[in-house]
């Protein structure tokens, strides 16, 4: 069973910063692009940050310069380092990958939250 997996999220200070991981794990043939959104309370799910499997990033102007996305193709792993965070960034950010496996295509993980108090 292919699954993404978000850890990392919790409480911090405005200011302070996060790191988030996102693992795949499951039947994969390979990863090609993977992503970062979150959701606010009472808000849609907006885009964060992207990174093709070549490395190429795009970000959401409201995080450029704050957020920084990586990944480790060989532990199937990306992550999210979050500095100078804002109150305005509290949501629940979710992981996205578009994956070849025998099933689906693209995976969403379920979710971990960050809240940013000022």
């Known amino acids: 069973q292919v699954q993404l997996v978000e850890s990392g999220g919790g409480l911090v200070q405005a200011g302070g910063s996060l790191r988030l991981s996102c693992a795949a794990s499951g039947s994969i043939f390979s990863i090609n692009a993977m992503g970062w959104y979150r959701q606010a309370p009472g808000k849609q799910r907006e885009f964060v940050a992207a990174i093709t499997k070549g490395g190429i990033t795009n970000y959401a102007d409201s995080v450029k310069g704050r957020f920084t996305i990586s990944r480790d193709n060989a532990k199937n792993t990306m992550y999210l380092q979050m500095n100078s965070l804002k109150p305005e960034d509290t949501a629940v950010y979710y992981c996205?990958?578009?994956?070849?496996?025998?099933?689906?295509?693209?995976?969403w993980g379920q979710g971990t939250q960050v809240t940013v108090s000022s």
């Open positions: 996205n990958a578009d994956m070849q496996t025998r099933g689906s295509r693209y995976y």
